[in-house]
């Protein structure tokens, strides 16, 4: 059975950092293309950073751009978000999430979620 698993959410000061992990299971990790998603408090979900199978491809939204860092170990099944320089609007739960490949995932035709991490920001 395909399973996501997000671990390290947690509480972090402005400016601080915080490193997200997710466990893949089940499913064809290597193969499938690997994102972050969030949602803040009383606000939709939305995209955070994505990467193809491979790593060839890697996304920011703008938001995130020059402070987060997406990685894939296909080798161990484990996907990564390092999140540095973060900021009170970063808090939100956090998602991990899988794709047949990158366009699809672009689409939001997601294959597989993780029950996500919440993670919080001080000022």
């Known amino acids: 059975q395909a399973a996501l698993m997000e671990t390290g959410g947690g509480l972090a000061q402005a400016g601080g950092s915080l490193r997200l992990a997710c466990r893949a299971t089940?499913?064809?990790?290597?193969?499938?293309?690997m994102g972050w998603f969030r949602q803040p408090p009383g606000k939709e979900r939305e995209w955070v950073s994505r990467?193809?199978?491979?790593?060839?491809?890697?996304e920011y939204t703008d938001a995130v751009k020059g402070r987060f860092t997406i990685s894939k170990d296909n080798a161990k099944n484990m996907l990564y978000l390092q999140m540095n320089n973060m900021k009170p609007e970063d808090t939100a739960t956090y998602y991990c999430?899988?794709?047949?490949?990158?366009?699809?995932?672009?689409?939001?035709?997601?294959?597989?979620w993780g029950q996500g991490t919440l993670v919080t920001v001080s000022r």
């Open positions: 990467m193809s199978f491979l790593g060839g491809v890697v």
């Open positions: 089940g499913f064809d990790f290597g193969d499938s293309a």
């Open positions: 999430a899988a794709a047949i490949d990158l366009p699809k995932m672009r689409e939001g035709r997601i294959t597989h």
